[in-house]
């Protein structure tokens, strides 16, 4: 499951540079694959969904930093806990009910990202 930052964050800035995978951003910051991860080129979803590596992809929020749910792993394969939620001050690093994973698929995602 991915995490999700709520309306309760207060743009302090301490969880994005803890994230291993470079999910988090600024409000209002386009996020792209490549940031912090080993993608490059088109990548291909199937179904004819190819986005660029490199490609800027709409903030999620303008307001409060957000996680690009596509990039957040939970952390697996890095930490043995959400490095976000643990640093958070105010606890608004949540699950996401809306981005469940198993964690079969979230090692999967991290080895997707991060060549060997
Ligand atoms: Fe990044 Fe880990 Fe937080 Fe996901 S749980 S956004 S991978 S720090
Ligand atoms: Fe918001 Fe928490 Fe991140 Fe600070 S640590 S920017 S309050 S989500």
């Known amino acids: 499951m991915a995490i999700i930052i709520t309306d309760e964050c207060i743009n302090c800035g301490a969880c994005e540079p803890e994230c ?3 999910a988090i951003y600024e409000p209002g910051v386009p ?3 490549s ?7 088109d990548l291909d ?3 004819g ?3 660029g590596a490199d490609d800027e992809m709409e903030p999620i929020s303008d307001e409060v930093y957000y996680i690009a749910p596509y990039k957040c ?3 697996i394969g890095f930490h043995e806990e959400p490095q976000c ?3 958070c001050p105010v606890d608004c690093c949540v699950p996401d ?4 994973e198993t964690e079969e698929e979230l090692t999967a995602k991290k080895d997707w990202m991060h060549a060997e």
């Open 97 to 100: 009910p809306d981005n469940e």
């Open 85 to 87: 939620a643990a640093v």
């Open 31 to 33: 996020w792209k694959f």
């Open 73 to 75: 792993t939970e952390c």
């Open 45 to 47: 979803f199937g179904e």
């Open 35 to 41: 940031d912090g991860t080993d993608l490059s080129g």
């Open 20 to 22: 291993p995978n470079t």
């Open 49 to 51: 969904q190819v986005i």
